[in-house]
């Protein structure tokens, strides 16, 4: 009996398998993932923006095991959307203040569809000629966008790359930066090399530092996470240059602005740095994942980084007329990353580029006025970009029957005040957060709770700003009524 069902469940598997990747099947599931998607786009705001789940949520509704027989597409699309859509935080919400942007667009969603659908492993040239030479002709254009020197371009003698995060790039130009200086300082004294960064450089910069050890590495930040602050490049490049150390540039966020002529003044005295990045994954309307990486010397990152397994070699690697990117990475295989970009930069042109950004500026600067109408609330640092760090002001808020009058100079006094405005600042971030209306996140600035208010999701209108700030006026006063 026991040889008879299995024959059976044999003959009825083989009878249920279609090929995986039928065209005809393949274009039908295709539109109505589309459809799906679109779907999911126009109805977003019906959704609270952050998830509102408990931890464990999924493993009690899904099953305990993998389907033995095939389960059709409508079937999942279903389950997505009672399952899954609850458990997401919707970063593409026009409510969606938090972090920094992940912004997308159509060019840059089916710029991912393409790279996905030829899934090419593009690790050398061979693997896939177009891959390698539309990226550093991509990367170019970009380079150019921005006004980086002819030292950081194909065109020049540097070069550009794609890698996947800000911790790759980082990661990457600190290991050649450590080679660098080793070749020079005899590899017995890698003990007594060092990083510095400031105590707003992005937490990348620790993990790559563990990675690779301590050595001679400077990162300045343009557009730092917390508030957007700037480092001053050429100042710190002229200080680096007195030591031979290598400085790389991170602008992970706020590089994208600078394609905008009035923005351009913040990466000054970049032609004095050994590497430069950003992530057009953040504000350049790319999928995740797309970071930008250009360097001076391509030659740093290939003796750092390079591979030359036998199964790996072939004659237009030996003729060194081609890039290799699997040399300018960690990893060897790589993705067609550079189609979604080539897409978002001729799909909407360097104009229309410039001007989605400024958008997002001049919806920041109207926020930031709606913040200094109300004397209640303070702008703590300077607006930069399309970023505002704000907080409940502790002069204006109602004090526990204890409570102490900061105006009257008294050290403790202040101390305590500044505790309670941390505490109902953040009391306050929660319960907006918490109303799935709008969904932002903190920061700490010298021992101040702020609160991070980011623009930049590509569908948030001048209405959903005003929105924002009315969710945040109102919160304040349920919470100042019940004191």
Partial sequence: MGSLDSHYEEENSSSNTANPLNPEEFRRQGHMIIDFIA???????????????????????????????????????????????????????????????????????????LSTGFNVVVF???????????????????????????????????????????????????????????????????GKLVFYGSDQTHCALLKAAKVAGLESFLCA?????????????RSLSEVTKEYGMWIHVDAAYAGSACICPEYRHFIDGVENVNSFSFNAHKWFFTTLDCCCLWVKDPGALTKSLSTSAE???????????????????????????????WLVLRSYGVENLRNFLRSHVKMAKRFQQLVESDNRFEVVVPRNFAMVCFRALPTRLKKEPNGCNIESGNIEAKLIDQEYANDFNRNLLETMNASGKVFMTHTIVEGIYVIR???????????????AWEVVQETVDDMLATK
Wanted: aromatic share 10%; with cysteine.
């Fill in 39 to 113: 779907d999911y786009y126009q109805n977003m705001e019906k959704y609270p923006v952050l998830s509102q789940v408990q931890p464990g949520y999924l493993a009690k509704l899904l099953p305990k095991s993998a389907p033995n027989i095939p389960e059709p597409i409508e079937t999942i699309l279903h389950d997505i959307q009672q399952y899954i859509i609850p458990g997401i935080t919707h970063w593409q919400s026009p409510n969606y203040f938090a972090y920094f942007p992940a912004t997308s667009s159509i060019a840059g969603f089916l710029g991912e569809v």
């Fill in 124 to 190: 050398n040239w061979i693997s896939s000629p177009a891959a390698t030479e539309l990226e550093f002709v991509t990367m170019d254009w970009l380079g150019q966008m921005l006004g980086l020197p002819q030292s950081f371009l194909f065109s020049g003698v540097g070069g550009g790359v794609i890698q996947g995060t800000t911790c790759e790039a980082i990661l990457c130009t600190l290991v050649a930066a450590r080679d660098q200086m080793l070749a020079k300082v005899g590899r017995e004294n890698i």
């Fill in 221 to 233: 930040t343009i557009g730092t996470t917390s508030t957007t602050a700037v480092d001053p490049i």
């Fill in 311 to 341: 199964y790996l070699k072939n004659n237009a690697s030996d003729s060194k007329q081609v890039v290799d990117y699997k040399d300018w990475q960690i990893t060897l295989s790589r993705r067609f990353r550079s189609m979604k970009l």
């Fill in 453 to 467: 208010f980011a623009v930049g999701a590509t569908l948030t209108e001048d209405k959903h700003v005003i929105k």
